[in-house]
């Protein structure tokens, strides 16, 4: 039983259009929330320079992650960059974000989240699937793992209605698991 | 559970393409392992139990094809999928001809991706979950070394169960090969007898000096070669259980001294004066009519009635067909650990000509049959052919119609053999009378127990 952790969560607008502050504060309240750490929404002017793949004209979420780690502000413990762009990685068609599982950064797009055969979500609903991204992505930095209860937010998904399915917040099951790794402290998430 | 169970092992060339994958799925909870080559793939399936293999196609060296093969010989019930950059119908009907389980076009959607992992895993726990199932109720359908789900033996199971408390003497009948000794060894096992000895003797094998030197042992100069006293096997099985098999066949002398043992505990060695005083409980067993021996005057009336304090029928083979599915399951895996050979099951037809057979050396000519097939197959299905049984003429649902001499030949292999070789009773049942049922013999060319004089070859 070690002493909890302390955790600073940044949540860094890294995307090509202009932010969106009340977006980005309602996703740190959000994120405040679900894993009881301070957050802070950070507008950089920083941005990832080789993450577009022209052959696939996508941005590789990999390089996006490797960049956040080196240019992560010094006092974050765990950052999640927020981007407009698609993403991927090198064997899926798309990701709706990546995250490295016990590490301290992630990335989430909300290109795929904006459009849906064609309709476009309004604002409390794009809100909302990013809001969900974001939490789950953070939720893979803090070592927890895909739930397989549908409507837990660290439930895989895959399509618009897998995320819409799932609510902004934790399973009874890894809320637990989520106090038990705090407690253990980083690198014990297995 | 499934998804700790669940151990994956990506095969890539590309570095980038192991770690991604490797990463997205290791959210999930699997197990993950990555393997550059196809060299390194194939030891690690020689080492490891994988339970999906995600291959690329196009590696140096050893390709994914090659992979699959051996994944298939090694691990055939690991699920191993292809990935390709370039999908042809060439190489995707290559790869599910080699038993791939599917083949995905790099790069992948992930819900295609998702939902074909989430398959394979649900259908492997489904196989996990029917094997502990069947194991489950295998357990139920064993009485220790004996399996069988039909009425007439779980009777018999549950019989002797309770019997295996008492001190009672048992008398199990059945005809050759029902398995009476191994009834006889699970009684023991199941007694409060059982940390005593348990010693078994086959009454029919020996003279009979011999057999009573055997029974009850000898003293040292009882007669020429008895160089030292020795024990018999009553004096061995004391404190413990006594199985005397083929008890029918014993002479008058030996029925008496018996009975004498039975009635008082006690006996003396041949040769000798002084009584010797045994704890023995007795399982006898035979395959004759012992009633009728007595009503013949061939076997002693008092003597049976002390043997048949509990009597166990086991019923023959045939009359509980229901078993053969399971018999034939419990003996490939058994000859199968045995022979250091896998084989999974029998073929439709090879279990149609089980099914048709007459089994007159019962479950011990079932084993020997199995046996032998295992030996022939090639494959790890044993087919009608391995089995070198004769074909039986089509009487019911078999593909091709038999003539009218075929039936009849069979039918009256069969009469013969169920009134034990009794031609009278056989000629009763068939409605015809000895003359004509002997013609009949002679024209079919059948022995008085129903088998034939000769065996047809059956070419393979």
Not at chain 1, 21 to 38: C, I, K, S, W
Request: charged residues 25%.
């Amino acid at each position: 039983m070690g002493a909890e952790i302390r955790v600073h969560v940044y949540l860094w607008w890294i995307g090509s259009g202009a932010a969106d502050h009340d977006m980005l504060g309602t996703l740190r309240r959000q994120a405040e929330q679900v894993f009881q750490v301070p957050a802070r929404a950070w507008l950089g002017h920083d941005r990832p320079a080789d993450s577009f793949d022209p052959r696939r004209q996508q941005h590789s979420s990999t390089r996006i992650l490797k960049w956040l780690i080196e240019s992560r502000p010094a006092q974050s413990t765990k950052v999640v960059g927020i981007t407009d762009v698609d993403l991927f990685i090198p064997i899926l068609t798309f990701v709706y974000g990546e995250a490295q599982l016990g590490g301290a950064a992630a990335v989430v797009s909300m290109a795929r989240l904006q459009s849906d055969n064609g309709f476009r979500p309004n604002g409390a609903q794009l809100a909302s699937r990013l809001a969900k991204e974001c939490i789950h992505e953070l939720g893979h930095t803090f070592g927890l793992l895909h739930c397989q209860t549908p409507r837990c937010v660290m439930a895989r998904s895959v399509t618009l209605v897998q995320v819409d399915a799932k609510a902004p917040d934790l399973c009874h099951d890894c809320r637990i698991r989520y106090g038990e790794i705090r407690h253990q402290g980083p690198g014990h998430h297995e | 559970m499934s998804r700790e169970r669940t151990r994956i092992l990506i095969v890539d060339d590309e570095e980038i393409v192991r770690e991604s994958l490797s990463a997205w799925l290791e959210k999930d909870g699997y197990t993950l392992a990555t393997a550059q080559d196809g060299e390194t793939a194939i030891d690690r399936v020689k080492k490891e139990r994988w339970s999906i293999l995600l291959v690329d196609l196009k590696m140096p060296g050893i390709d994914g094809l090659q992979v699959l093969e051996n994944v298939r010989k090694v691990q055939p019930d690991a699920a191993a999928v292809i990935m390709t950059a370039y999908a042809t119908v060439d190489t995707a009907v290559a790869a599910m001809k080699l038993g791939a389980y599917d083949y995905l076009v790099k790069p992948f959607d992930p819900e295609e991706l998702s939902l074909m992992v989430q398959k394979i895993v649900a259908q492997q726990a489904l196989v996990r979950e029917n094997v502990l199932l069947r194991k489950v109720l295998k357990r139920d359908y064993h009485f220790r070394d004996l399996i069988s789900k039909s009425p007439a033996m779980q009777a018999v199971f549950d019989l002797a169960r309770t019997a295996a408390r008492s001190n009672s003497t048992i008398l199990v009948l059945g005809e050759s090969g029902t398995g009476k000794e191994l009834l006889a060894r699970a009684i023991y096992a199941e007694s409060p007898r059982r940390q005593g000895p348990f010693v078994a003797m086959s009454c029919a094998a020996l003279t009979e000096t011999l057999l009573e030197s055997e029974l009850f042992g000898h003293e040292k100069g009882a007669f020429t070669g008895a160089v030292a006293r020795r024990k018999g096997t009553f004096e061995t099985a004391d404190g413990g259980t006594l199985f005397l098999d083929e008890i029918g066949d014993i002479s008058a002398k030996l029925q008496l001294d018996l009975l004498r043992v039975l009635e008082g505990r006690q006996f003396t060695r041949v040769g000798g004066s002084e009584p010797v005083k045994v704890d023995v409980r007795i399982i006898a067993a035979t395959n004759r009519d012992l009633q009728k021996a007595v009503a013949e005057g061939h076997f002693r009336e008092d003597l049976f009635y002390r043997l048949n304090v509990i009597p166990v029928h086991l019923p023959p083979l045939r009359d509980r067909l229901e078993d053969m599915p399971l018999l034939v399951e419990h003996f490939l895996e058994q000859l199968g650990a045995e022979m250091n050979k896998q084989v999974d099951n029998v073929s439709a037809e090879a279990m149609g000509l089980l099914m048709a057979h007459t089994w007159p050396g019962n479950v011990r000519e079932l084993r020997n049959i199995l046996e032998r097939a295992m030996v022939v197959a090639t494959g790890r299905v044993i087919e009608a052919s391995d089995l070198g049984l004769r074909r039986p003429p089509c009487i019911d649902g078999s593909p091709t119609l038999a003539s009218l001499e075929d039936v009849e030949r069979h039918h009256i292999g069969r009469v013969l053999h169920d009134a034990h070789g009794n031609i009278s009773q056989a000629a009763r049942t068939l409605g015809i009378d000895r003359a004509t049922l002997y013609n009949k013999l002679r024209k079919y060319q059948l022995r008085k127990d129903g088998e034939p004089e000769f065996e047809e070859n059956e070419t393979a």
